[in-house]
């Protein structure tokens, strides 16, 4: 049977990727290039903070970028160098040297794929949504605490320039959207302080932009056992922090754009990424939470084009245009920031109506996030902190629906004890006391129908009943084990008493 040709070019046409339709193809690109202008500054802040110069950080942008739109799990994510991977490795900087440096980039991206090969990102099912939202709500305080600086001792012009921005921003996209919101701020904001000659800090007083492309080699350092010991500590912290940071912040344009990514695909794509980064001589880098949130919520880019341009406009930006680049007021860009910062911040989370309803654990763990999160200035500190006691929180209300109930035969001879609930290390370490060794008949029976037994603590707990029994000469039968109850006490009963 034979196909028409329009038949096939209607096939051919619905088979196109997305990105190939004009509209999105626009979208994706300016997204991409708002990006890049405001990753400069980031990428040279970010340098400082780490101790090199700033070519390395925009290097390490560059790299990041472009790799990872190619090998990473999530569409429209943008991977550049963090500020949180500069925390890390700073130190390794200043008392080693660039090589080194260099050197801990490529062994943590290394760290990266063997962790994503054994499954790490399987342990994002064991974030909490609290945890989640208080993540959320302190990258915001974070974003906007980092533009602070910028707006302190300042000329005043600074300050109608930010709110100048804020407003463009605000009101442009109700005449259209074609063209993104801060792309236009950024443009009408630089034209006007450099047609009106206003002074006022600029991308180039942060440093000087690169005026080449990086070139591939091997890290400065000497191929020895002790260089693998002195980096390994400071790579193994970096793959850590930035694939929490990555992951994290996947997970979070999963939600917003109601899709689906790969967070296996994603941690070993960081790996890929950190390592050409290190190839190329960069600081490496990860997940960059408020440039992700500017190219997916304010920009509305949903593939891997954007990435990819951001990473790519990013060099042409700083040596095409670098000196028209450098004259973008800092102003512009801050006001971009805080308006990401008040678009990621969940409000609803904190809305009066919200909290009445909200569980008091709930609120305390966000809360705990939260506050950790701004303490350390470390999203992963966090998340984990926030983790932990969100399981602290759970372990205790589920502790207390382990209950026991007592029935005696009428004829006095034997009694049966229903155990209901979850048995595990916090419900089952006071099981021992409710049952009545002394006064009971000879003959106990333990009902675990409604119950389901799942660790050793709980094995260990109905054997120290039986030997309280023994001692008393009662016989005690356990009855009513489903089958992976049956099993785990099958296998660790009698074993687990101390000698």
């Keep these: 049977m034979q196909t028409s040709p329009l038949a096939a070019a209607s096939r051919l046409r619905g088979s196109r990727p997305s990105w190939l339709s004009p509209k999105v193809f626009r979208t994706e690109v300016l997204a991409g290039l708002v990006v890049a202008l405001a990753l400069i500054p980031e990428a040279i802040s970010f340098s400082i903070i780490a101790g090199v110069d700033p070519k390395i950080g925009l290097f390490a942008s560059f790299t990041m970028a472009v790799v990872i739109s190619v090998v990473g799990g999530r569409a429209a994510m943008i991977s550049a160098a963090t500020g949180a991977v500069a925390l890390v490795i700073g130190p390794l900087n200043r008392e080693h040297g660039l090589g080194y440096l260099v050197a801990a980039v490529i062994l943590g991206g290394a760290i990266q794929i063997v962790l994503g090969v054994l499954g790490v990102a399987k342990l994002m099912r064991f974030v909490p949504r609290s945890v989640m939202v208080g993540f959320v709500n302190a990258l915001a305080i974070l974003i906007f605490m980092a ?33 993104p919101a801060p792309l236009v701020s950024i443009v009408i904001l630089t034209v006007i302080t450099v047609a009106a000659g206003i002074a006022v800090p600029t991308v180039g007083d942060k440093g000087d932009l690169p005026s080449s492309l990086p070139v591939p080699g091997l890290p400065d350092v000497p191929f020895t056992l002790h260089t693998l010991t002195v980096i390994a500590p400071y790579a193994l912290a970096m793959a850590l922090v ?42 490496g880098g990860c997940a960059m939470i408020g440039q992700t949130m500017i190219n997916v919520k304010v920009s509305g880019a949903r593939t891997r084009l954007s990435t990819f341009f951001a990473g790519a406009f990013l060099m042409v930006l700083c040596i095409v245009f670098g000196p028209v680049v450098s004259d973008i007021p800092m102003a512009a860009l801050v006001a971009v920031m805080v308006m990401v910062s008040f678009a990621t911040f969940d409000w609803h989370s904190i809305a009066p109506k919200t909290l009445k309803r909200m569980p008091a654990g709930e609120i305390a763990v966000m809360v705990i996030t939260v506050a950790v999160v701004v303490a350390t200035s470390n999203l992963a500190i966090g998340v984990v902190v926030g983790s932990i006691t969100a399981m602290v929180i759970f372990a205790k209300r589920v502790a207390h629906l382990a209950n026991v109930t007592a029935v005696t035969d009428p004829d006095g001879t034997s009694v049966v004890y229903s155990v209901t609930g979850e048995l595990f290390f916090a419900s089952s370490n006071d099981l021992v006391g409710r049952f009545d060794y002394a006064t009971d008949p000879d003959k106990v029976v333990i009902d675990l129908t409604a119950a ?27 009855i009513g084990l489903n089958q992976p109850s049956a099993e785990i006490h099958q296998t660790l009963s009698g074993e687990l008493a101390s000698h």
Excluded: C
């Design 147 to 179: 533009q602070v600086p910028e707006m302190h001792d300042v000329p005043w012009a600074v300050y109608p320039l930010i709110i100048g921005g804020l407003a463009l921003m605000v009101f442009f996209p109700k005449i259209t959207k074609v063209v």
């Design 452 to 478: 389901h037994i799942w660790d050793a603590s709980s094995v260990a707990a109905l054997d120290a009943i039986e030997t309280k029994y023994a001692q008393r000469g009662k016989t005690v039968e356990i």
């Design 242 to 283: 930035g694939l929490m940071e990555s992951l994290m912040t996947a997970k979070l344009v999963d939600d917003i754009t109601d899709t689906h990514s790969s967070k296996t695909r994603e941690s070993i794509g960081q790996g890929v990424a950190n390592i050409v980064t290190g190839f190329f001589g960069g600081m």
